[in-house]
T-cell receptor, first 112, second 115 residues
Framework: TQLLEQSPQFLSIQEGENLTVYCNSS?????LQWYRQEPGEGPVLLVT?????EVKKLKRLTFQFGDARKDSSLHITAAQPGDTGLYLC????????????FGTGTRLQVTL | NAGVTQTPKFQVLKTGQSMTLQCAQD?????MSWYRQDPGMGLRLIHY???????DQGEVPNGYNVSRSTTEDFPLRLLSAAPSQTSVYFC??????????????FGPGTRLTVL
């Protein structure tokens, strides 16, 4: 069974701080997705990274896929209370189509 | 479009009872799946379907059955509920199983407690 470990598990910061969430595996994935989940709702896709070394930016969020396609990171600049939620990485393997292997999750709380 | 809908939102069962969690999507998506979410374990795949009439097991299929008679519906059946099945269940769909990085759309979840 492939595992995706996320760190940290919990993160509580103040508005305006920067943070990085890590997603690590011993397995290679063909692509990796990041989702955000708010209480009482299902996960919502933020980004998909496909190429080793790829960096994608969505406003204050920067996503990076490791060169070896075994790890990824999410960096948030100047966090805001609206960033609060559970962040999940999910790996996709070539040949298993849409089957996702989810990470353990990072719960982020941003306070004023 | 309503997207992915799930019913019920909450359910309490006694050990040994059976029930069906409903899932429907109105996006004509080919691929549908069921996950369970437990604290500290992310989401784990229970069963999935790549089209009407085709289903397959995921990572944690024991104790659950599925069927897919139409493109729209993908119900999950608990045959004899056990306390270990207490969890939050999510249904998801995506446009095509042939595209490995297409977006999966999730329903709002069903919170199930088995006493």
């Amino acid at each position: 069974t492939q595992l995706l470990e996320q760190s940290p598990q919990f993160l509580s910061i103040q508005e305006g701080e920067n943070l990085t969430v890590y997603c690590n595996s011993s397995s290679v994935f063909s692509s990796l997705q990041w989702y955000r989940q708010e209480p009482g709702e299902g996960p919502v896709l933020l980004v998909t990274v496909v190429t080793g070394g790829e960096v994608k930016k969505l406003k204050r969020l920067t996503f990076q896929f490791g060169d070896a396609r075994k790890d990824s990171s999410l960096h948030i600049t100047a966090a805001q209370p609206g960033d609060t939620g559970l962040y999940l990485c999910a790996g996709v393997n070539t040949g298993t189509a849409s089957k996702l292997t989810f990470g353990t999750g990072t719960r982020l709380q941003v306070t004023l | 479009n309503a997207g992915v809908t799930q019913t019920p939102k909450f359910q309490v069962l006694k050990t040994g009872q059976s029930m069906t969690l409903q899932c429907a999507q109105d996006m004509n998506h080919e691929y549908m799946s069921w996950y369970r979410q437990d604290p500290g374990m992310g989401l784990r795949l229970i069963h999935y379907s790549v089209g009407a009439g085709i289903t397959d097991q995921g990572e944690v299929p024991n104790g659950y059955n599925v069927s897919r008679s139409t493109t729209e519906d993908f119900p999950l059946r608990l045959l004899s509920a056990a306390p270990s099945q207490t969890s939050v269940y999510f249904c998801a769909s995506s446009y095509s199983f042939r595209i490995s990085y297409n977006e999966q759309f999730f329903g709002p979840g069903t919170r199930l407690t088995v006493l």
